[in-house]
């Protein structure tokens, strides 16, 4: 008989080489049972009908060929808040949490209204920062991928607040530049993984779009933001972007040579230099 225990046992000792079995055998009997993870343990005699069962095995075949748990399941915590994701969109890391973070206090420090989220994939920044706000905030999110902004949409429709978020599709600042809009804040999480590191990376990465992860250098976004952004910032705006470790050094001093300054580095929690805070000085 095929009971929950069985098939738990079965499930792991084909993930057991990956990072985090235990957790991933989990995920994997809990979400296509429907069941608590608690349960897996409270009920372990319990019987896995058989079509359940070939569901467990349908979804364990994905993940031994690498496909991210997130993209099997369509869902993604965030900030405390499940996010729909599938293929389409990159995967938010928890690191991201950090640049919502600062977000968060920046405009609450000093009352900002108008912020735009460049490059929102599925609206992981946007939703958790409007989600965090009282106040009346002009929130905008971007991305040049339509299917993109419509898991975005859908997302903020999830989260009831699809009415206090503007999704536009247009590339970098253009939009802002066009129609000649001052944003207080330029929040980023934008692709920073350069063509060399891309070639070397876990097979799971390969799942999410490439247009999502990687320029040429890692340093194109910041290139641009470092003389664009002039053009659509606030007086006392900032830009709060989240980077490549490895190009630390080189980013800052692209935005030092645009008369901005540097003014706060976070680190993620492998210790490395992950997001910055920058303002622009006359
Ligand atoms: C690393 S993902 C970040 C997604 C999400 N904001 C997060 O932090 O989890 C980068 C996003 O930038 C978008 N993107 C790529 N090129 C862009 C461009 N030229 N203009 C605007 N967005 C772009 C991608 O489609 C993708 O959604």
């Known amino acids: 008989m095929n009971t929950i225990n069985k098939v738990y046992n079965e499930v792991f000792n084909k993930l057991r080489g990956f990072n985090s079995p235990h957790i991933e055998t989990e995920l994997i009997i809990s979400k296509t049972l429907n069941l608590e993870k608690v349960q897996i343990y409270t009920y372990p005699e319990k019987i896995v009908p058989q079509?359940?069962?070939?569901?467990?095995?349908?979804?364990?075949?994905?993940?031994?060929?690498?496909?991210?748990?997130?993209?099997?399941?369509?869902?993604?915590?965030?900030?405390?808040?499940?996010?729909?994701?599938?293929?389409?969109?990159f995967i938010p890391r928890q690191e991201t949490e950090f640049l919502v973070e600062e977000v968060i206090k920046l405009i609450s420090t000093y009352n900002f209204t108008t912020?735009?989220?460049?490059?929102?994939?599925?609206?992981?920044?946007?939703?958790?920062?409007?989600?965090?706000?009282?106040?009346?905030?002009?929130?905008?999110?971007?991305?040049?991928?339509?299917?993109?902004?419509?898991?975005?949409?859908?997302?903020?429709?999830?989260?009831?607040?699809?009415?206090?978020?503007?999704f536009v599709l247009t590339d970098k600042l253009k939009y802002f530049i066009q129609n000649s809009i001052i944003l207080d804040i330029i929040v980023s999480n934008p692709p920073y993984v350069t063509e060399e590191e891309y070639k070397n990376l876990q097979p799971e990465i390969y799942y999410e779009p490439k247009q999502a992860?990687?320029?040429?250098?890692?340093?194109?976004?910041?290139?641009?933001?470092?003389?664009?952004?002039?053009?659509?910032?606030?007086?006392?705006?900032?830009?709060?972007?989240?980077?490549?470790?490895?190009?630390?050094?080189?980013?800052?001093?692209?935005?030092?040579?645009?008369?901005?300054?540097?003014?706060?580095?976070?680190?993620?929690?492998?210790?490395?230099?992950?997001?910055?805070?920058?303002?622009?000085?006359?």
């Not at 979804?59 to 915590?77: D, G, M």
């Not at 949409?153 to 999830?158: H, P």
């Not at 972007?241 to 190009?247: D, F, G, Q, S, Y």
């Open 213 to 282: 992860l990687v320029t040429p250098t890692g340093l194109e976004f910041y290139k641009y933001f470092a003389s664009y952004g002039k053009k659509v910032l606030a007086k006392d705006g900032y830009i709060v972007v989240e980077i490549n470790p490895n190009l630390y050094d080189k980013i800052c001093e692209l935005f030092k040579k645009n008369n901005f300054c540097i003014c706060k580095t976070m680190y993620d929690y492998q210790n490395l230099p992950r997001i910055i805070v920058v303002k622009f000085e006359k």
């Open 51 to 89: 079509e359940k069962l070939q569901l467990i095995y349908k979804n364990l075949n994905l993940r031994l060929k690498r496909k991210p748990i997130e993209y099997i399941f369509n869902e993604k915590e965030f900030f405390c808040l499940n996010f729909y994701v599938d293929e389409n969109v």
């Open 115 to 166: 912020i735009a989220d460049i490059g929102t994939g599925c609206g992981n920044i946007a939703i958790s920062i409007v989600k965090n706000i009282k106040s009346n905030i002009k929130m905008y999110a971007t991305d040049v991928s339509i299917k993109a902004l419509d898991i975005a949409k859908k997302n903020a429709v999830l989260h009831n607040v699809e009415d206090r978020i503007n």
